[in-house]
Structure formats: C-alpha cells, structure tokens
T-cell receptor, first 114, second 111 residues
C-alpha cells in the first residue's frame, strides 16, 4: 500500500521567502507528526495532530512556523520569512493513533535556504 | 537538555558477529521505547519496540533489552548482516504521544 508521501522532495529558497511543505499520510491514520532533522542529529519534534487539531505544537521553534491539517488527512507545514538556520530535512510521519503504534515516516523534504 | 542519548556515533562489526547499540534516557515518564533504522535519503523505518513493563523483546535477529533502573536500553542484532548497515535511532515516548529521538548510531557491517 501507499506510504507517507512528502512533496516536494527538495526545496531551495532564498532567505526571507515563504515556503509550504506538504505531507500526505497513510490512509486511515489519524495521527500526524512533523519532525525536523539536521545533519548528524536525530529527528526533532515540531508538531503533532490528532485528527484536524494540533494536539501538541510545543516543538515549533517560533511563530514563523505554522502547520495545518484542515480535513484530518493532508497536512501543510508553512514557514514564513525563512532563515538559513531553517535548512534541514523536514520529516512527516503518521500512525493509526492507537496506543504504542509506531510512526511511519515519509522520505522527507530537504529544505535549503540560501 | 537531551532526554535520549546515543553516545556512540558509530559502530563497526564483522558480518556474522553481534551488534550492540546502546541508548540512555533521563525522563522517567517515558513508558514506551522504539528503535528505527534509516537508510540514506529515506525516512526512518520502525524496527522493534518495548514497553516499560517488559525487560526484553525479541523479533528474529533483533532483541531489545530495557533496564529501567539504569534508564538504559540496548538493541542486539545477531547475526549481523551487511544489509543491516544503516543509522539506528532510539526513540522514547510518554503516553502524551510524541516521540523523542536520540542522535543515532551509524552501524557498518563488514563482509
């Protein structure tokens, strides 16, 4: 079956621009997560949705970052006024939302801010 | 303050031998632990997990051990195969839902 799909796979943008990263989770998965991974580090939690609502957005680094999941399926991570320090791989994961179910990750979007 | 630590950035073992990857955590509220494997240019994939009420979980060549008193877990792979070469991430979760990851250990299995 189809896994988690993330688009684009690569995005290069100039400092100060706005970007949107899209995640299409596995069908039927109610939980959706965004992580950010910098070189040599593990995935860093950003935000978690259960259905349409953000259940935990404590990992968003500042108010330039925002994520939505309006219909409880596809999610978009939005970054305003991008900075060079935002360069990283942005990973999306989904899960059935049941207790102790593992995360299913997409292949990520590599964001480069020049 | 990093709550999940993998202190060995890399590990190299010979094919057929045992690989042992270690992970330490500091948050006593973590109640579920997972290992993920990651190949280059791909997202992490789930490998094996263990609940805090257990001390061992086995799945084929992979066994995870949990020592709650020491806040330490380890992943054993035996026998190791060249296809096991990847980055391995330890993750820990509270019942609040989000997982916290370590920085990974790069395993190289030499033929």
């Amino acid at each position: 079956g189809a896994g988690v799909s993330q688009t684009p796979s690569n995005k290069v943008t100039e400092k100060g621009k706005y970007v949107e990263l899209r995640c299409d989770p596995i069908s039927g998965h109610t939980a959706l997560y965004w992580y950010r991974q910098s070189l040599g580090q593990g995935p860093e939690f950003l935000i978690y949705f259960q259905g349409t609502g953000a259940a935990d957005d404590s990992g968003l680094p500042n108010d330039r970052f925002f994520a939505v999941r309006p219909e409880g399926s596809v999610s978009t991570l939005k970054i305003q006024r991008t900075e060079r320090g935002d360069s990283a791989v942005y990973l999306c994961a989904s899960s059935p939302g049941t207790v102790n179910s593992p995360l299913h990750f997409g292949n990520g979007t590599r964001l480069t801010v020049t | 303050d990093q709550q999940v630590k993998q202190n060995s950035p890399s590990l190299s073992v010979q094919e057929g031998r045992i690989s042992i990857l270690n992970c330490d955590y500091t948050n006593s509220m973590f109640d579920y632990f997972l290992w993920y494997k990651k190949y280059p240019a791909e997202g992490p994939t789930f490998l094996i997990s263990i609940s805090s009420i257990k001390d061992k979980n086995e799945d084929g060549r992979f066994t995870v051990f949990l020592n709650k008193s020491a806040k330490h877990l380890s992943l054993h792979i035996v026998p190791s195969q060249p296809g096991d070469s990847a980055v391995y991430f330890c993750a820990a979760r509270t019942n609040a839902g989000k997982s916290t990851f370590g920085d990974g250990t790069t395993l190289t299995v030499k033929p």
